[in-house]
């Protein structure tokens, strides 16, 4: 039964990442500029409209890569 245990922890952790990750991309919804940044692809039609917000993945990727590395950096002294 040890192996469900481990499970579990995994999904229980999964589930608070989901919900960290969640909860920011929610108030990343709420600012209005990000949408409006050079590099946004915006397809727009008659009842539909589809945002590619290109520079705005690659800023927020390189941000959370610098995040990550140095919690990883800390976490491994």
């Known amino acids: ?3 469900l245990e481990i499970i579990g922890r995994f999904l229980v952790l999964a589930g608070v990442v989901l919900i ?3 909860g920011i ?3 990343l919804a709420k600012i209005p ?3 409006n940044l050079p590099g946004t692809i915006k397809i727009e039609t008659s009842g539909f ?3 590619f917000p ?3 993945s690659v800023v927020i990727s390189l941000v ?3 995040v990550l590395n140095i ?3 800390l976490l491994n002294r």
């Open 71 to 73: 919690i990883v950096r």
């Open 33 to 35: 500029s990000l949408s």
């Open 49 to 51: 409209t589809c945002i």
């Open 1 to 3: 039964m040890q192996g």
């Open 20 to 22: 960290i990750v969640g």
């Open 54 to 56: 290109l520079l705005a």
């Open 25 to 27: 991309v929610w108030g």
């Open 64 to 66: 959370l890569t610098l």
